[in-house]
């Protein structure tokens, strides 16, 4: 890792970060919104954020091959500092499923770009030991997240966010 582009380095801790922070309300998304929306109309409202997010995914590549890798990571990440902090102010439950939605798409965009970045800034032999340690930091925060967000999202999370 000491071997590492500076740019991986910074990566792999802002990514660590961010995705401790989604898994850290993700999983509890759909109670809170079953309280406040009903069962049947978030049943039918969390069948959009896949489908928007696989639609994201793929204009996240493209965006990357036209755009460029560096600003199609930064398009992702500013729409998700955004829609986190729009989230974080609960306006209202349909303004927080829009920024729930919209921190999923600029998520999907921001991955093509990133791998591709990583794949880029490292050599082939190495690139198996890069691609683990962001797989690892992505799994930390899926573990750890929803420890925290049990703890936290319910009583605290416009302060969590």
Same mark, same amino acid.
């Given at each position: 890792? &000491?071997? *590492? !582009?500076?740019?991986?380095?910074?990566?792999?801790?802002?990514?660590?970060?961010?995705?401790?922070?989604?898994?850290?309300?993700?999983?509890?998304?759909? %109670?809170?919104? /079953?309280? $406040?929306?009903?069962?049947?109309?978030?049943?039918?409202?969390?069948?959009?954020?896949? %489908?928007?997010?696989?639609? =994201? $995914?793929?204009?996240?590549?493209?965006? /990357? !091959?036209?755009?460029? &890798? *560096?600003?199609?990571?930064?398009?992702?990440?500013? %729409?998700?500092? %955004?829609?986190?902090?729009?989230?974080?102010?609960?306006?209202?439950?349909?303004?927080?499923?829009?920024?729930?939605?919209?921190?999923? @798409?600029?998520?999907?965009?921001?991955?093509?770009?990133?791998?591709?970045? +990583?794949?880029?800034?490292?050599?082939?032999? !190495? &690139? &198996?030991? @890069?691609? =683990?340690?962001?797989?690892?930091?992505?799994? +930390?925060?899926?573990?750890?997240?929803?420890?925290?967000?049990?703890?936290?999202?319910?009583?605290?999370?416009?302060?969590?966010?």
């Amino acid at each position: 890792m &000491r071997a *590492w !582009d500076l740019n991986l380095k910074v990566r792999l801790i802002g990514e660590t970060l961010f995705n401790l922070l989604f898994w850290m309300y993700y999983p509890f998304l759909t %109670i809170y919104f /079953s309280n $406040n929306f009903g069962k049947t109309i978030t049943g039918f409202l969390m069948i959009i954020p896949p %489908i928007a997010g696989i639609i =994201a $995914n793929l204009f996240g590549g493209y965006l /990357s !091959d036209t755009l460029g &890798r *560096w600003k199609t990571m930064l398009i992702g990440t500013a %729409i998700q500092a %955004i829609m986190f902090t729009i989230f974080s102010l609960n306006l209202s439950d349909w303004i927080n499923f829009i920024a729930y939605l919209l921190i999923n @798409v600029g998520r999907t965009i921001y991955y093509p770009a990133s791998s591709a970045m +990583v794949a880029d800034l490292t050599q082939e032999k !190495d &690139r &198996r030991e @890069v691609f =683990a340690a962001f797989l690892t930091a992505f799994n +930390v925060g899926a573990v750890l997240g929803p420890l925290f967000g049990s703890l936290f999202f319910f009583h605290y999370r416009s302060g969590l966010l």
